[in-house]
Structure formats: structure tokens, C-alpha cells
């Protein structure tokens, strides 16, 4: 089968970024979840909290992130302004990250109508802030008979072929699967609005897909994964 495509979500529950290529390592694809906004619980804001991070653009630069905020508003912080030592709750899990001043990210809070902070992840962390394993894997033919597009399932790899594989290995790298991504309601949200349009496509995943679509796995050989090469599957 083939790498159909691939993504990063450089700030958890935020707009995607296609990229070509990118190394693969213990914690996914570099760059992936490696910010999040973080709630007055201290835990990881997702889109069940706040829709509207659907709608905000990051872009990565040599000196830091930037933030379009759904087109109303910016912001851009430097690596170094995230010093703060802070604790991430992502699903119990608790992830050491940096937080950069409150102050600096007020229009971010004005945007989506909360208290928060942003947060990086530490350099020493030993996971991302993603919600389980570090890369979920999915098919385009899963995606036949529902009725949204890939982008609902916010995957780091696309694959063309069928899900019935323990293992996928490609020139450099080796995934072994984990377990299935079972789904929620961030699947009704349009990533383009962040606007909630249920009640599928989580309806047909119920009734046919016992609630699943994609596959978590971990990275037992890292390297350097492309769109478009070939993965095997074991």
C-alpha cells in the first residue's frame, strides 16, 4: 500500500499542516502535538472543550509558532518565551511542558471564550500531547460509505490499502499496530467552521465500525517516512 498522505498537528486539537516528508520517531512524526492549550484544570484543551480550535491555523518558523486565530486575530511567540514549567493533564497522563505568559496569549483566550494558557512540551518529555499512541494510521477505503473526509479523523498517516495488517514497514521505518482509534464526537465537527454537524459521521461508525476508524500504533523503527513510497504490510 501507499502513503496517501500525512499530517501533523503542531498544537493539539488545531488545524492540520500536509507535509511531504518528515522523521518518525518514539514520540510520531516530529513536530506533532508538540504545543497544546491548557485548560484552568490543567488539562489539554480539546475540541470537545472548544470546536473552534478547528479553526485555528499554526505555522512553525525557525524561532517559534504562529497562531492565525480563525482570521480575526495573530498571534507569534518565540521558542524562548515558553519557560514555565507547568504539568499537562492529556487523559491522566501527566506530560511535563513550558508555558509561555498568560499576557501573551490573551487574544487566544478572547477567541475561544476561555481561561487558558499555551503550552510547549518539554524538551526531556518523553511522550507528545497526543490523546493515546503516537501516530494514527488510516485508510481511504474505511472512508468509503461515509459520508465527511478524512480530515474529521485528523490522521497522521493515509494509507490506501485495507486495515487487516499487524505491522507496516517502509524503507526506513516500521509501525506496529496497537490498537484501534475508537471515535467521539470531534468526528461531527467541521474542521473547516468548528461548527458541530452530527450526528455522523460517529452514527455509522456505531453501527458498523463498533465505534472505530484508524488505527494507534508505535514506532518500532524510526526514520524518515514520505508521501507516495510504499509501506508493506505484516
Not at 19 to 28: E, K, P, Q, R, T
Not at 90 to 98: E, H, L, P, Q, T
Not at 210 to 233: H, K, S
Request: aromatic content about 6%; hydrophobic content about 40%.
Amino acid at each position: 500500500m501507499h502513503v496517501q498522505a500525512l499530517y501533523v498537528y503542531p498544537v493539539k486539537a488545531c488545524r492540520a499542516l500536509a507535509i511531504d516528508a518528515a522523521l518518525l520517531g518514539a514520540l510520531g512524526l516530529e513536530q506533532d502535538r508538540r504545543f497544546a492549550f491548557l485548560g484552568e484544570d490543567g488539562c489539554a484543551l480539546t475540541q470537545r472543550d472548544a470546536p473552534l480550535l478547528a479553526t485555528v491555523r499554526p505555522e512553525l518558523h525557525e524561532n517559534g509558532l504562529r497562531l492565525d486565530l480563525g482570521g480575526l486575530a495573530e498571534l507569534d511567540l518565540r521558542s524562548s518565551e515558553f519557560s514555565e514549567r507547568v504539568v499537562v493533564d492529556v487523559w491522566g497522563k501527566r506530560i511535563a511542558g513550558r508555558a509561555a505568559p498568560v499576557a501573551l496569549t490573551a487574544p487566544a483566550a478572547d477567541y475561544l471564550g476561555l481561561h487558558l494558557r499555551l503550552v510547549a512540551l518539554d524538551p526531556d518529555a518523553e511522550r507528545s500531547f497526543a490523546d493515546s499512541r503516537p501516530v494514527l494510521v488510516a485508510s481511504t477505503a474505511m472512508l468509503a460509505g461515509l459520508a465527511v473526509g478524512m480530515e474529521r479523523f485528523r490522521p497522521n498517516i493515509v494509507v490506501d490499502g485495507p486495515e487487516s495488517w499487524g505491522a507496516l514497514e517502509g524503507p526506513h521505518v516500521r509501525l506496529e499496530r496497537d490498537k484501534p482509534c475508537g471515535r467521539c464526537e470531534v468526528t461531527t465537527i467541521d474542521q473547516a467552521s468548528g461548527e458541530r454537524r452530527g450526528p455522523e459521521p460517529l452514527r455509522t461508525l456505531t453501527e458498523r465500525f463498533e465505534g472505530n476508524f484508524g488505527v494507534y500504533c508505535r514506532v518500532t523503527r524510526p526514520g524518515r517516512i514520505r508521501r507516495g513510497e510504499t509501506l508493506q504490510a505484516a
